[in-house]
């Protein structure tokens, strides 16, 4: 059994020339909300057909978004959180000394690595009971917190990996210092090795989670209130006028957007400041 | 059997052998270290030293022999490695520094957490060895802010901080550019003038011929030959020794 690593962000992070980031300026994020919500909202105002412009909709509409995006962001930090925790404990066993262990942690790993996020989304979503009866307390299962479930499988096996990825990508001069100053195994793991290794997890831990929130829209296939549903809903109430659709999506996108970016630029300044002090 | 520290050698190493896979690198390896001996071992690359000397602190397993230290049997299933690796110190040619770490904290974390030792004391005793080493004022440095024989010489202090009773070298100038390899030997030198037990792997032949007790010379494996570095450097025997000396020397 091979436990290589196929997470290319895990290669030993390498020094390279400071090459100048292509920045978002605000002038683009404005040109992006224009073509996504603004645009075709002008485009199908000009016809007027309708006595209210979409854009004037939208607007009415944008508190109730703005709360269903919350709700995306509230599933996406349970999700991360839950799956950073049992992804954490699920990648030491992958690097664990005692080989049962460690074959069943890469098995499980692998075997959520692999499979189709709205699947396993599916199988929280219906394989659990709407309540849990714990010693005769009836504690109910909201779906929002089944999907958190779904989602935090995949965010663990992932998890997993970048751990297992980063203990790997220490030189094993690191372990032998330390086993020849007597540390335990143990001691070695959490004060010499694990330090070491929170700098070269947190981009691909960071990027992880801006793929998580992107894919917390999932949840609206199996009911969630969050935006794409609330979206839908708005849409539907507005008699599924064709000329709101791009404004309302685009609203989406945008929200999005506006979250995700700054984390993946967080993400490649910190990538760069690693690479550049080690 | 209790072993004594006047009569016994601190590292009795008999007939080991040891391969990885299919390729045999010890062929029955036998070499005893008395107490405060300096032994520096050399010999073409590839022969075994590196992992000759990584089995006496059990970093490598050896298939069948001896390895006795202080009394303490290597290659027993039961040996508590951890007590093994309390009386041998060991020196690697990469330095492998924690660098997340200062050097105070390099030199004073494995007493404190290994040892139990306080606080206090280990942090006095680090900032002692720091000033052994010529490094007083560099106890805030992290490894990268160091050069390598600065880096080698924490590393060296990091290991007395354990107080082993013999400390293993592995080419510990090997990486260093030639201006720092004097500062580390330097270094060395002093230790082995107060009486610590060395074995050391080098490359460095004057060196080896000005502090060492006993030179060996391994090829493929095995001894080939040994003596008091007057005589080993003088007039050697073996064709092999000869040959090596000859393009070293
Ligand atoms: N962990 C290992 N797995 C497999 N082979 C190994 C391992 N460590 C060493 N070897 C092999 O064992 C042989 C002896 O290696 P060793 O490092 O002991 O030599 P050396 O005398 O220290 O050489 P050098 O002077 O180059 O450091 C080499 O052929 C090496 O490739
Ligand atoms: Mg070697």
Not at chain 1, 189 to 205: A, D, E, G, S
Not at chain 1, 230 to 242: D, P, V
Not at chain 2, 28 to 39: A, P, Q
């Amino acid at each position: 059994m091979s436990y290589k690593t196929d997470l290319p962000v895990m290669l030993p992070v390498k020094p390279r020339a400071l090459e100048p980031f292509k920045s978002l300026k605000k002038r683009h994020i404005l040109l992006i909300a224009f073509l996504t919500i603004v645009g075709p909202s002008l485009v199908f105002a000009q016809t007027g057909e309708f006595e209210k412009s979409p854009l004037a909709i939208l607007l009415d509409w944008t508190p109730l978004l703005l709360s269903g995006f919350l709700f995306n962001l509230v599933i996406s930090f349970g999700a991360m959180a839950l799956g950073t925790l049992v992804g954490g404990l699920l990648g030491l066993g992958q690097v664990s000394l005692f080989a049962p262990t460690r074959a069943s942690s890469w098995l499980v790993t692998q075997f959520f690595r692999n499979a189709p996020w709205l699947v396993l989304l599916f199988f929280a979503m219906f394989l659990l009971p709407f309540e849990l009866n714990i010693f005769g307390f009836k504690l109910p299962l909201p779906d929002w917190f089944k999907a958190i479930l779904g989602l935090s499988l995949p965010v663990m096996a992932n998890v997993s990996e970048i751990v297992r990825g980063a203990v790997r990508s220490l030189p094993s001069g690191q372990w032998e210092a330390a086993e020849s100053l007597a540390y335990t195994r143990r001691q070695t793991l959490w004060l010499i090795i694990l330090p070491q290794c929170v700098k070269r997890m947190l981009p691909p831990w960071m990027n992880l989670y801006s793929i998580l929130t992107m894919a917390t829209v999932l949840a609206s296939i199996v009911g969630v209130s969050e935006v794409m549903t609330l979206t839908g809903r708005a849409l539907a109430a507005e008699g599924g006028r064709t000329d709101l659709l791009a404004p309302f999506y685009g609203l989406v996108l945008v929200l999005f957007f506006i979250y995700c970016y700054p984390i993946a630029r967080f993400t490649v300044w910190l990538e760069h400041k690693f690479s550049v002090i080690n | 059997m209790t072993w004594s520290a006047t009569s016994d050698p601190m590292v009795s190493i008999k007939n080991v052998y040891k391969s990885f896979g299919s390729l045999d690198v010890l062929n029955g390896v036998t070499l005893d270290v008395m107490k405060g001996d300096v032994i520096c071992i050399i010999g073409p690359s590839g022969s075994g030293k590196s992992t000759l000397i990584r089995c006496i602190n059990a970093l490598n397993d050896i298939q069948s022999g001896s390895i006795l230290v202080e009394g303490l049997e290597v290659n027993d299933p039961n040996l508590d490695k951890l007590e093994l690796r309390k009386k041998v110190g060991m020196v690697f040619q990469q330095y492998n520094l924690f660098p997340h770490k200062t050097a105070l904290q390099n030199i004073m974390m494995a007493p404190v957490r290994v040892l139990k030792q306080n606080k206090k004391t280990s942090e006095a005793a680090a900032l002692e060895l720091l000033k052994k080493v010529r490094l007083e004022g560099k106890e805030n440095a992290y490894p990268g802010e160091l050069s390598g024989g600065q880096q080698q010489r924490v590393a060296i202090a990091r290991s007395l901080a354990m107080q082993p009773d013999v400390i293993l070298f592995d080419e510990v100038t090997a990486a260093l550019d030639p201006e720092t390899v004097g500062e580390v030997l330097q270094t060395i030198k002093e230790l082995a003038e107060d009486g610590m037990t060395c074995i050391l792997v080098t490359h460095e032949m004057a060196f080896a011929r000005e502090v060492a007790d006993h030179i060996y010379f391994t090829d493929r494996g095995i001894i080939v030959e040994h003596g008091p570095p007057e005589t080993f450097f003088k007039d050697a025997k073996d064709p092999r020794t000869r040959e090596f000396l000859s393009q070293i020397l």
